[in-house]
């Protein structure tokens, strides 16, 4: 890894970080990279990775529910009018 | 005066059964106690101004004849499952003024039981840590040594139980997180079958990990809260229905075969923690238990397969804080939706859940993701395996909990890697989703505590208990 993936990750990851905090977790990563990395030596055969994963469905059915709207629209950074408001996009 | 020191639930029930105290009492004398000694440890991030209604609403319930156990029982609630209308913060600042719309079903099942909600407790930002120094709101202190860190993430529950600022108190567990501060305090942690308890209001880190875990100064007291909150919730898409739990259930008690990995402990393990666990398994062995070797080969690479599939985890839950609907928001300061983003979650996160989200973002990357994410995968998949075939021939596998004793506050900070190994024997467990229960097992030189962890398959949480006090009994 170099300091050009550190600032491409940031950026996929929308994360502001400094230059001088880039530079500390380059080297943070290449550590934890090169302790993970032993397991490119374990042999697993043919295994299928979690094979009990599966979906689980349940009907699209309206339930009542017991969340208070204010308490929601409480948390709300910016608002108006009661709706949630963002910043322009278009 | 109650004897905080060696009350327990079964004990304090009595009590409040015959009128020896109230609720009320039960609740101030805990509440003393914090205002003595929570500014030193930190243990508590807020201490609820309903704590003693709660206890007169409990109170009644003894007079009208339906209380139960846990009725009255003064609770620490770590401070990433939601409890209505109180913060929950995750240790973040990201949180920091976050109010929860709605009650996790485990607070649900409290709430009905009559159970008093004592406080939020502190933990690792986003859970993300060994030794609670991660957290937006300070270090929280061990009890047991007041310049140690009391283990992590569940530090601050683990702190509170331990310096009797509460009767009973919950954490969760991605990887020892609770094991792992029981270990260092002195007490019983119980990480329980993945899907036994509900995820439903849990703020997420590892989702295929994570399991909400009760600590007690006793065996029983874990067993007791296990069994109040072990249920299925269809608001959990993980939770284990009915069916599947009765059969996975240990269809016997009495179980005495012990198998020991021995060679997972070869190195990087304390000599004074080896010694304490090879006297540990001279009383069981005494008392009649059959001890065996067993090989785990794959369990080495445990913690490297933890630390690929938890940050990818971590990446995608931790997307959801953006600054846009709730949290902290740099909205007011910057013109740009992208710019909320990027400085709502570059200030808003701290410097581990960076790291983390980092590491994730990069083992999911294209290019990247057989490599690690798959592979990892199949990595988890054959320690599963592993385990599931080891329990055919024993009942148990013990280790140590941990391979040191709590160490100093400040200490491993700065090096991420020697931070994780903190959770080199608790990997395994949460990787294969069976239950472990870690019990204090002595006194080092220097007044630390000791810990063995029991491991048992799926659902055999019973086995478990059993065991654990019937070392109770004979450490």
Not at chain 2, 45 to 50: F, M, P, R
Not at chain 2, 159 to 183: I, K, Q, Y
Not at chain 2, 236 to 254: E, F, I, L, W, Y
Request: hydrophobic share 35%; aromatic share 10%; proline share 4%.
């Amino acid at each position: 890894m170099n300091i050009k993936d550190v600032e491409n990750l940031a950026e996929l990851a929308k994360l502001d970080m400094s230059g001088e905090e880039k530079e500390a977790m380059l080297k943070d990563m290449d550590s934890i990279l090169g302790y993970v990395k032993q397991i490119e030596e374990v042999e697993v055969g043919d295994v299928k990775p979690s094979y009990d994963v599966y979906n689980v469905w349940r009907e699209d059915k309206i339930e009542p529910r017991e969340f208070s709207k204010e308490i929601i629209t409480e948390e709300f950074p910016d608002k108006q009018d009661g709706f949630l408001k963002v910043k322009k996009i278009l | 005066m109650i004897d905080l020191k060696n009350l327990t639930i079964e004990k304090a029930h009595e009590s409040l059964v015959k009128g020896e105290f109230t609720c009320k009492e039960l609740v101030e004398a805990y509440l003393k106690t914090i205002t003595e000694k929570n500014k030193e440890l930190n243990a508590y991030l807020e201490v609820y101004s309903d704590a003693v209604f709660q206890a007169e609403e409990a109170q009644k319930r003894f007079t009208n004849g339906t209380a139960t156990i846990l009725t009255g029982i003064p609770f620490a609630i770590k401070d990433n499952i939601l409890i209505e209308g109180k913060i929950a913060s995750a240790g973040s600042k990201i949180l920091e003024n976050y109010k929860a719309s709605y009650d996790a079903t485990v607070i649900k099942d409290l709430k009905k039981e009559g159970a008093v909600l004592l406080g939020r407790t502190n933990m690792d930002e986003f859970a993300m840590g060994s030794s609670t120094q991660t957290s937006a709101y300070g270090v929280t202190r061990n009890p047991v040594d007041t310049f140690r860190v009391p283990g992590g993430s569940s530090g601050g529950s683990a702190a509170a139980l331990a310096g009797d600022l509460t009767l009973a108190a919950l954490g969760t567990e991605t990887c020892g997180s609770v094991r792992e501060p029981s270990a260092f305090c002195g007490l019983v942690g119980l990480k329980p079958t993945y899907g036994a308890l509900s995820r439903h209001g849990i703020i997420a880190m590892g989702n295929s990990l994570d399991q909400v875990s009760p600590f007690g100064k006793c065996v029983r007291d874990t067993e007791i809260i296990f069994n109040s909150l072990s249920r299925y919730d269809k608001e959990d898409g993980t939770s284990v229905p009915d069916v599947v739990r009765n059969k996975m259930k240990a269809a016997h008690s009495g179980a005495k075969k012990i198998g020991v990995p021995w060679h997972l402990f070869k190195e990087g393990v304390d000599k004074e923690v080896e010694e304490n666990f090879k006297q540990s398994l001279e009383k069981f062995k005494k008392a009649g238990y059959e001890i065996v070797d067993i090989e785990l080969p794959h369990a080495q690479y445990s913690l490297a397969a933890y630390y690929i599939i938890m940050p990818a985890e971590v990446s995608t839950n931790l997307s959801r804080f953006d600054g846009i609907r709730y949290g902290y928001s740099a909205n007011k300061e910057v013109d740009n939706l992208k710019d909320v983003y990027m400085k709502s979650r570059g200030r808003g996160f701290g410097k581990e859940a960076r790291r983390r989200i980092l590491l994730g973002t990069y083992v999911l990357s294209h290019g990247y993701y057989d490599a690690y994410y798959n592979k990892a995968l199949k990595v988890r998949e054959k320690i599963r395996e592993e385990v599931m075939n080891a329990f055919k021939n024993v009942d148990y596998i013990l280790t140590p909990t941990v391979p040191i004793t709590a160490f100093k506050l400040g200490e491993k900070m700065d090096d991420p890697v020697a931070m994780y190994l903190c959770d080199i024997f608790s990997a395994p467990a949460n990787l294969a989703g069976v239950p472990s229960i870690a019990l204090p097992s002595g006194i080092s030189s220097n007044k630390l505590p000791f810990s063995i962890q029991f491991m048992a398959p799926h659902f055999h949480e019973n086995n478990l208990f059993e065991v654990g006090k019937k070392f109770e009994e004979i450490r």
